[in-house]
């Protein structure tokens, strides 16, 4: 953690966002949920996906007319397990939340439920979705496609989005487990956190037209919004390294946030037209599983818990100290950061406090 932190206290900063929301014309419910799913990342220590990401990907995005305050949802088609939604380029974190909502009345109802999305917007961290299902005693899948930020192997044009695969599922312990990452090998948020920061990325994170690796993260963030770059798709650039696993599971996840619901899919997904800024209208999918319709959910949770315990209970290699399963180090983040608040860097501080001017957030002191 860099020398410049300051630690600010989460009810603080989520009014802040909340009042952020309202002033570029949020209904005030909604931007409750908005700063909601914001907040729950910087509390799991998802720094790349909370705070940092309230200015340049919605309040700039709907002061640009690219993505809409007021969110209207309608419902296309459904069935007594499924649904298609399409949210009219309205506040991603409040289409996904309804439809997660509905796929786990769904799945209470008759075993399983499973919402497609269309012609939403950012939706913040999966993970968020997903909890939402294992607090109802659930399993949880979500997956969104994005603007084109992953070449596939051999390539190195940026075709698919980031396109996280995420599952959640209910255990006996204190935290559920939880896997919510991104089908390439970094995604844009963490190079936005290392721009931020002034660090150098790590090789192999992005290509670049002549096939080598970037490193500078300034440049590339230009680059990928050029077409200029690509992300690695898991597994890295080459055949060897399986980069063909990332490649296929984002396919997986652009066909079912695109194909079921008559969406858009990956170069439509730019968000420019003729030279012009326009909505991304990305595509979302959302699923529930009631675990009570195939046995009893204390015998569901006290199994993955084992199947848990036993993996950290491994043989560890000689220079670890500990092995960790899928959520424990959100959980972890979680238990330091609830008395601490939120680490803001600099940067991340001068952004917010112009925000307060530009937006004349009087009514809201920040901490810093």
């Known amino acids: 953690m860099s020398n410049d932190v300051v630690w600010a206290d989460f009810g603080t900063m989520e009014n802040f966002m909340v009042e952020a929301f309202k002033k570029v014309g949020v209904p005030e419910e909604d931007a409750k949920v908005c700063a909601e799913v914001l907040i729950t990342a910087d509390k799991l220590g998802i720094d790349s996906h909370g705070l940092s990401r309230l200015k340049p990907i919605y309040i700039d995005r709907i002061q640009k007319g690219i993505q809409l305050p007021d969110t209207k949802i309608d419902t296309v088609k459904e069935g007594p397990t499924t649904a298609v939604i399409d949210g009219n380029n309205g506040m991603g974190q409040v ?150 696993k990332g490649y296929g599971y984002a396919t997986v996840v652009e066909i079912l946030s695109a194909a079921l619901q008559g969406g858009s899919y990956l170069k439509m997904l730019m968000g420019v037209e003729n030279g012009k800024s326009v909505p991304y209208r990305l595509g979302h999918f959302f699923i529930a599983f009631d675990i009570s319709h195939f046995t009893e959910l204390d015998s569901f949770k006290e199994t993955t818990g084992n199947i848990l315990r036993e993996l950290r209970n491994s043989r560890k290699a000689p220079d670890k100290e500990r092995i960790y399963t899928a959520g424990e180090k959100e959980y972890l983040a979680w238990q330091e950061r609830k008395e601490k608040g939120i680490p803001i860097g600099e940067n991340l501080r001068e952004e917010l406090k112009k925000l307060q001017g530009d937006l004349s957030l009087d009514n809201v002191k920040l901490p810093f």
């Open 95 to 244: 289409i996904a939340k309804k439809s997660m909502e509905m796929a786990i009345q769904k799945a209470r109802d008759y075993g399983m439920g499973m919402v497609a999305v269309r012609n939403s917007t950012h939706y913040g961290i999966a993970g968020y979705y997903a909890l939402m299902a294992t607090e109802a005693g659930m399993i949880g899948m979500t997956g969104t496609n994005a603007r084109p930020s992953i070449a596939p192997t051999f390539g190195v044009e940026n075709m698919l989005g980031t396109n996280p695969l995420v599952f959640g599922m209910p255990t006996d312990e204190d935290f559920p487990f939880l896997i919510d990452c991104a089908t390439s090998v970094t995604q844009r948020g963490k190079i936005e956190v290392y721009a931020r920061e002034g660090k150098t990325m790590p090789e192999g994170w992005v290509i670049g037209e002549d096939g080598q690796s970037k490193t500078d993260p300034e440049q590339t963030l230009t680059d990928l919004v050029k077409g200029n770059a690509a992300l690695a798709p898991l597994g890295g650039i080459s055949e060897e390294t399986a980069g063909y």
